[in-house]
C-alpha cells in the first residue's frame, strides 16, 4: 500500500478524481483507498482540505518515484515478548491519568492483571468534587483538577495533537476511539476529545482493565516503599505493605509529597526546567476573525486556534500552550492555599470566551541549582497569587494595563470565564522581573503580529504554573528503570512527556520494558 500526499479538494466527493490525477492511473487500477490524515488549508483565495490517503494500487513500486507519494508505514501495534523474572506479586500502576490508564491496559492485555492505585476518587464521584470546588471554593487536596480518576487530562480540552512521529500514536487512538471517542480523531489534524467527553472515555478504559483482570484502589495514596540493596521490595498504602517488586509510577506533575517520599530511598531526581505563565482570554469571535479573515464564518473552520511563540531579549522563550477554543478558564489548584489556573473545553467547543496559556521559560537561572528549587519556586509563587486573588479567586488584569503597570478597573468586551471569582491585581507584582520582561516583549510581538491581541480587551489571569513539572525522576534511557529496580518512572509528572498522547505513548512504553524483564506471574 503506498501513502499519497497532498490531495487537496474542496469536499471528499472529489478525493477519488484528485487520487486519479496525482497518480495519474486509471480508475481500475485504484483497487482501495481511505483517509489517513485530514487537514485544512485556508491560504489561498478559497478552503481547501488536504488529504493524506493510504490506497492500494496495481503496479505500486513504479508510483513510489512520484511526488508526495511514499510507502504506508507499518502502524500495527507489534507484541513485545515476556522476560524471565519473577514477579513476587501483581504489578503496580501508580496513578490513573494518560500513562497510568495505558500502562495498566498494556499490562492487562498482556494477561499481567495489574492494580492500580488511585490517589483522587472515581471519575464520577470527583466530578462531584471538583464542581464544588468550583462553585463555592471548597477544596479536597486528595481529588481535584490535578488528582483523581483521569489524571489532569481529564479537565482539559482533551487535545491529542503531538509533533511525536511514534508508532504508538496509533495505537492510543484507536484505543480511544474503542472507549468511545468519535473515530474522526484518527485522520484530523488537531484532534480534540472535550472534557465531557473524555470522563466517560476513562470510565470504559477502567472497566476493560477490570474485565481483563485488573484492581482499582480509588481514594488510595502511595504512602512509602520499601528497597533492599536497590531493589523494590513492597509498597504501604491503606495501612498495609503489600509486596512489590514492579511499580509504574505515574502520579502526574503535582504529586510533590509522592516525590518527596522516593527521594528519602534514594531515588534519582533532578531538576528540570519549566514554565510559568497566565491564561490569556480573548472573544472565541475575535479569535475567528483574526485567524480566519474572510473565512471567520465558515462553519467548517470555527472555532479558530492559534499557537504563537516569541524569545525575548533576555533570552527566555513565550509561548501559547493548551489553548483552547470555545473554553473555559478554570481553578485548578491541588494544595490550600495555592492559586493554579488551567483552561478547557467541552467537546462542542461552544463557550463564548477561547483561552490560552502564555507561558515563560523557567530554568536554574531562576530559582538556582538546590534540588527541589524549582518546586518551591513553583509552590511560592502559587502562594503569592493566593494571597493576591484572595480565597481561590484568579489574579486578572487587562493586557493592556499589565503593559502600563496600572490595575485594571473594569472588564471590556472580555468577561472571565473564571467561576470562582476574581481579584484585579498587578501581574507585574507577582511575577520577576526576568519574567515580566518575556511576557511584556511578548504581548507587544503578538499585538504586531496579530492585531487585537492585547488591545481587543484581552484578560490576564494568573497563575497557570502546572504546565510540566519542575523534576525528573531519572531513569535509564535503556529499560526505563530507575536507580532503584522494579521502579519505573512514567509520563509527564516523572518528567518525560507533556500532554495526553505522549504521557499516553510513554505509559505504554514503560509497561512494556516491565513486560520485556518480568515473566508473567500465576496471580
Not at 519574567?435 to 516583549?441: D, I, R, S, T, Y
Amino acid at each position: 500500500m503506498i501513502r499519497l500526499f497532498q490531495v487537496k479538494c474542496a469536499s471528499e466527493n472529489e478525493i477519488e478524481a484528485q487520487i486519479l490525477k496525482k497518480l495519474r492511473i486509471r480508475k481500475e487500477d485504484l483497487l482501495q483507498w481511505h483517509v489517513h490524515r485530514k487537514s485544512v488549508d485556508a491560504r489561498h483565495q478559497k478552503v481547501l482540505f488536504s488529504y493524506v490517503v493510504d490506497c492500494k494500487v496495481k503496479n505500486e513500486k513504479k508510483l513510489l518515484k512520484l511526488k508526495d507519494v511514499s510507502l504506508t508505514p507499518d502502524e500495527t501495534y507489534h507484541l513485545v515478548m515476556s522476560g524471565e523474572h519473577a514477579l513476587s506479586a501483581r504489578p503496580i500502576v501508580v496513578g490513573f491519568g494518560p500513562a497510568g490508564m495505558f500502562a495498566a491496559l498494556i499490562l492487562a492485555q498482556y494477561g499481567y492483571k495489574p492494580i492500580v492505585l488511585e490517589r483522587g476518587s472515581n471519575v464520577d464521584v470527583r466530578k462531584q468534587k471538583v464542581e464544588t470546588f468550583w462553585e463555592n471554593g471548597v477544596l479536597d487536596e486528595e481529588c481535584n483538577v490535578q488528582f483523581g480518576e483521569g489524571g489532569a487530562g481529564a479537565f482539559s480540552d482533551g487535545k491529542l495533537t503531538t509533533r511525536s512521529k511514534d508508532a504508538l500514536c496509533r495505537k492510543v487512538l484507536e484505543e480511544l476511539v474503542s472507549f468511545g471517542a468519535k473515530p474522526d480523531i484518527l485522520m484530523d489534524q488537531h484532534p480534540h476529545i472535550g472534557t465531557d467527553a473524555f470522563l466517560s472515555i476513562i470510565k470504559n478504559c477502567r472497566k476493560e482493565i477490570e474485565r481483563l483482570g485488573g484492581t482499582f484502589y480509588f481514594d488510595t495514596k502511595l504512602e512509602d516503599i520499601k528497597v533492599e540493596n536497590g531493589i523494590l521490595k513492597q509498597i504501604y498504602f491503606n495501612h498495609q505493605w503489600m509486596d512489590c517488586n514492579a511499580l509504574i509510577l505515574a502520579t502526574g506533575h503535582s504529586a510533590s509529597d509522592t516525590i518527596l517520599m522516593l527521594h528519602k530511598h534514594g531515588m534519582h531526581i533532578e531538576n528540570k526546567p519549566f514554565a510559568v505563565g497566565v491564561r490569556i482570554e480573548h472573544k472565541q469571535k475575535y479569535i475567528n476573525e483574526a485567524m480566519l479573515h474572510e473565512y471567520s464564518q465558515d462553519e467548517r473552520l470555527i472555532p479558530a486556534r492559534y499557537q504563537l511563540t516569541y524569545t525575548a531579549s533576555n533570552s527566555k522563550g513565550v509561548y501559547t500552550f493548551c489553548m483552547c477554543p470555545g473554553g473555559y478558564v478554570i481553578p485548578s489548584s491541588c494544595q490550600k492555599e495555592q492559586l493554579v489556573v488551567n483552561g478547557m473545553s467541552y467537546a462542542s467547543r461552544s463557550g463564548e470566551n477561547a483561552n490560552s496559556a502564555l507561558l515563560v521559560q523557567i530554568n536554574d537561572s531562576d530559582y538556582g541549582n538546590e534540588l527541589f528549587a524549582g518546586l518551591k519556586y513553583q509552590e511560592e509563587l502559587e502562594r503569592k497569587a493566593f494571597l493576591m486573588g484572595q480565597d481561590y479567586k484568579a489574579c486578572v488584569q487587562l493586557a493592556k494595563d499589565y503593559l502600563a503597570h496600572r490595575v485594571s478597573k473594569q472588564f471590556e468586551s472580555v468577561l472571565p470565564t473564571y467561576s470562582i471569582g476574581t481579584t484585579f491585581c498587578d501581574l507585574n507584582d507577582l511575577f520577576s522581573k526576568e519574567v515580566n520582561l518575556a511576557l511584556h516583549e511578548a504581548l507587544e510581538h503578538f499585538e504586531k503580529k496579530v492585531p487585537g491581541f492585547v488591545s481587543s480587551g484581552a484578560i490576564l489571569s494568573a497563575v497557570e504554573s502546572r504546565s510540566s513539572s519542575s523534576v525528573r525522576l531519572v531513569r535509564d534511557k535503556e529499560n526505563y528503570v530507575s536507580n532503584i529496580q522494579g521502579l519505573y518512572p512514567s509520563g509527564e509528572g516523572s518528567g518525560y512527556a507533556g500532554g495526553i498522547m505522549t504521557s499516553a505513548i510513554d505509559g505504554i512504553r514503560s509497561a512494556e520494558h516491565l513486560i520485556e524483564y518480568f515473566a508473567k506471574g500465576d496471580f
